[in-house]
């Protein structure tokens, strides 16, 4: 379980085994976020110093406790995009029999409010 960026063609990861994870609510889920792990990362890799969390895409994985499946959690362009879900199953070891990509709004890249032109108020 875990969660994840996507960046320079591979994932920034921060992950447990299943089983080392406890089950709340019917789910495992590491319980960090985003957020919370970023400067870490940042420290990692002087490019990412200027970079906001919620700028590059982002998922996160947990599991499914009485479905017995995987859930990944991305935007839906991130989803859609070619070989991207391969690298998923593979970084993290998932079985393909067993793990669903679902879009998430919370995972969609920000909006540039300058690039919004619509006349409404």
């Known amino acids: ?6 960046y320079k063609k591979k ?6 085994p299943v089983n080392e994870v406890p089950e709340q609510s019917g789910f495992i889920d ?15 890799d002087r490019d990412l110093k200027d970079v906001e969390y919620e700028e590059l895409p982002r998922g996160r994985i947990l599991y499914d406790v009485a479905n ?19 690298l998923v199953l593979h970084t993290f070891n998932l079985p393909k029999t ?4 679902e879009s998430d709004l919370h995972y969609e ?3 540039d409010p300058l690039e919004d032109t619509s006349e409404s108020f």
């Open 1 to 6: 379980m875990g969660i994840f960026w996507h």
């Open 11 to 16: 994932l920034l990861t921060y992950s447990f």
């Open 30 to 44: 590491v319980g960090m976020g985003h957020y919370d792990l970023w400067s870490t990362f940042q420290k990692l």
């Open 68 to 86: 017995k499946i995987y859930k990944v959690y991305a935007s839906s362009t991130m989803i859609l995009t070619e070989g991207f879900q391969d």
């Open 98 to 101: 067993a793990t669903v990509f």
């Open 109 to 111: 890249p920000p909006k």
